[in-house]
């Protein structure tokens, strides 16, 4: 997380660290609120500068509903990133021809992991929701007798209103991410419904394939290639600059 890296080089701290990242985990303004106010006691410097930056670019509470995902790290990028450091070096064709070969070889691993796969979801949509089913089971749940739910944790916790029929829940994670939370997951069970009819769609097995069900061609070699009547390019000139080289 960026954020963290620039607020750290001027407000330094444990304190400062946990709460900015349970700051930016709070999936509504009241949790949100709570944890920046807690900052404020500890920094009031780093409370303001925080407070500058867009809630919308790095706090859950402030992220919108229709992407269904509530990541606020760029941990994708940098792995897509690593896997293509070998690269970079390579002449601007072979790299193409490369990259072409490992988007290709990746599409086809996925495609065929998931046709493997027995369940409705995908496996990671998976584990998230069994960790709610289990969670669940601490919850009281009232039946309004529409599609609206109230919502109480047995060791204390919030109480909360869920909609089933809107698939929404009051702490937000069911709506952020269209995963059913764990209070969400307390009324399905009270219907006794199964848990697939309240997950979108963008996280079932049918979805995945549609998104991987296409394949990326092959090319053949630069020896089958046409000749073209342009001239051919001269090497750039090579500097050896002084000092140590980098690698």
Known sequence: ?????????????????????????ATTLSEFNLHMNQMKEVSPNCYEWLMQKPREQW?????RTTSHSDMFVNNHCEVFNSSLSKLRDLHIITMFRELHKTIMKRIQIRRD??????????PSAHKKLTKSIHYAGNCVVT???GSSYSVTSSDGGHELVVNLLKRTCACRKWDLTG????????????????????????YKKETYLQLYGHTLEPIVGPEFWEDTPEPKPLAPAVKIPAGRPKK
């Open 1 to 25: 997380m960026h954020l963290f890296q620039n607020m750290h080089k001027e407000y330094k701290g444990l304190a400062l660290r946990r709460l900015l990242w349970k700051a930016a985990r």
């Open 59 to 63: 706090s859950r509470s402030a992220f």
């Open 113 to 122: 992991k998931m046709i493997t796969t027995n369940a409705v979801i995908c």
């Open 143 to 145: 039946w309004s007798g």
């Open 179 to 202: 995963l059913p939370c764990y209070h969400a997951c307390a009324c399905i069970a009270l219907r006794n419904e199964p848990w697939e009819n309240y997950i979108h769609d963008c």
